[in-house]
């Protein structure tokens, strides 16, 4: 069965470093979406993306973050320098159409540690 | 604002025994509502999902949950839980947007089950 991949697994930085999280979304799926999981707390929408650009974002979605589809299959979140509080799991997924009626795939997850 | 209540942040069954997990969902519209169950290192699965009609919803690995707009819940119910199925256990009511629905999940019930 197709899945949505991510990597790394873990990765830890230093504050006021630049990271960028990786996705590999299901091959024939169109809209992609980045969450997180801080640590103790719930899974939180930050993004959602379709055609190229960003169909909607959250709050915590700020200037710090942004996100690519830099060829056919990848799909990245980038966080520009980052803060101790962006410690957490992120989770990255992936749909075919738009509307409730389908599903969103979620990968592993990659442990993102900000020292 | 929707919301979703997970009251339950740690359940143990026993192997065998049937189990409830509780969702609450605060939402102004006729909410669409998942279950998503993480394992260890893998990403989040869809068990199931309400989206309209039939108030009791079947999904897989033998799970079902029941819509209850009056009480504003979305339990999910297995009548015998399997070693296996321990894990950790989101509910979800999708929030449309521009497009697709982003995902407004609750803070996720841990199930541990004993021999």
């Known amino acids: 069965e197709p899945e949505v991949t991510q990597t790394p697994s873990h990765q830890v930085t230093q504050m006021g470093q630049e990271v960028i999280l990786r996705c590999v979304p299901i091959s024939n799926h169109l809209y992609f979406y980045w969450y997180r999981q801080i640590l103790g707390q719930k899974v939180e929408f930050l993004v959602s993306?379709?055609?190229?650009?960003?169909?909607?974002k959250s709050e915590i979605f700020d200037d710090q973050f942004s996100v690519e589809r830099p060829d056919g299959s990848n799909f990245t979140l980038k966080i520009r320098s980052t803060k101790l509080e962006d410690s957490a799991m992120y989770f990255c997924?992936?749909?075919?159409?738009?509307?409730?009626?389908?599903?969103?795939?979620f990968g592993p997850g990659t442990r993102l540690t900000v020292l | 604002a929707q919301s979703v209540t997970q009251p339950d942040i740690h359940i143990t069954v026993s192997e065998g025994a049937s189990l409830e997990l509780r969702c609450n969902y605060s939402y102004g519209a006729t909410p669409y509502l998942f279950w998503y169950v993480q394992s260890p290192g893998q990403g989040l699965q869809l068990l199931l999902k309400?989206?309209?009609?039939?108030?009791l919803v079947q999904g897989i690995k033998g799970f079902e949950a029941e819509f209850k707009r009056s009480q504003s819940s979305f339990n999910l119910r297995k009548p015998s839980v399997h070693w296996s199925d321990a894990a950790e256990y989101f509910c979800a009511v999708g929030a449309k947007g521009n497009s697709g629905y982003a995902l407004n999940f609750g803070k996720g019930t841990s199930l541990l089950v004993t021999p």
């Open positions: 309400y989206f309209s009609g039939d108030t």
């Open positions: 993306f379709y055609n190229n650009e960003i169909s909607e």
């Open positions: 997924a992936s749909k075919w159409v738009a509307g409730v009626a389908d599903t969103q795939y």
